[in-house]
């Protein structure tokens, strides 16, 4: 049956309201863009949506309860060294990370302390890489928690200030960045064929050499990727308790 001209226009309107917010975000995107070089504004652009669809729900009133949370019993955390449950923690401090190596498979999902401690650190320790203007060479490791000791968070309010200061910290180097300064390349860092010694792994030779876009995009995709992870366990452990109270409200 055709619509009628009234059918048509009697439903009801979206609220503009509704979506002020996202129009401000996408308006403040273009004027980003207008201010940077073309390679630059494309990273800040991927920052700004990883920001506001992924990491808010990262790291926006995060609890403790929520950090510490093991869904499984094989779940891999931060702990005290003689609590830890693997043979092969990253970590030589008061704290470690759990991991084996090999890794089983399936990999033991871990907690929101766990990813933290993995991708916290990374968006500042990459402005110390001497693409950005630091003094570290990529190939040293640095960015990575498996190569380098990166600090175990042990509280929720810790890991979120570090890990909203170094995206920050990375915004800011970015928007100092010109085209030329994103392209200039450098070697990456491997892993050697050893075991791991000292809670780390033994750094390999240098890697193949990238344009600092590369370090930066992978860098974005780490945090991006881990922070989707976060947002799954905080929706986990919110229907958890949801379904708890339904089950206890039935008996």
């Known amino acids: 049956m055709a ?3 009234a059918t048509d226009t009697a439903g009801p309107k979206p609220d503009p309201s509704l979506y002020r917010g ?3 975000w996408a308006d403040g995107l273009t004027t980003m863009r207008l201010m940077t070089g073309k390679r630059a504004g494309t990273l800040l652009e991927l920052m700004d949506q990883i920001e506001h669809f992924t990491l808010a729900r ?6 403790d309860g929520e950090f510490f949370w093991e869904p499984f019993t094989t779940t891999w955390s931060i702990r005290r060294p003689d609590q830890c449950r693997t043979s092969n923690p990253f970590g030589a ?3 470690v990370a759990d991991f084996e190596i090999p890794e089983p498979v399936p990999v033991p999902m871990t907690t929101i302390a766990w990813l933290y401690w993995h991708i916290g650190s990374m968006p500042g320790r990459l402005c110390d890489i001497d693409l950005l203007g630091g003094t570290r060479a990529m190939a040293s ?3 990575s928690p498996y190569l380098t000791h990166h600090p175990i968070f042990t509280s929720a309010a810790g890991a979120v200030t570090a890990l909203r200061d170094g995206w920050q910290k990375l915004r800011e180097a970015i928007e100092r960045a010109d085209d030329d300064q994103l392209e200039v390349t450098t070697a990456g860092y491997t892993y050697a064929a ?3 010694r000292g809670g780390l792994c033994v750094p390999g030779p240098p890697g193949p050499a990238h344009p600092a876009t590369h370090f930066i995009a992978g860098t974005l995709t780490e945090v991006g990727h881990h922070g989707t992870q976060i947002g799954a366990l905080r929706d986990l452990y919110a229907w958890r308790h949801i379904d708890q109270r339904r089950h206890g409200d039935s008996t």
């Open 3 to 5: 619509r009628s001209a």
């Open 194 to 196: 050893e075991p791991p």
């Open 58 to 63: 990262a790291w926006d009133d995060l609890t």
């Open 141 to 143: 490791g640095w960015t």
């Open 22 to 24: 996202t129009q401000a």
């Open 93 to 95: 401090g008061e704290w």
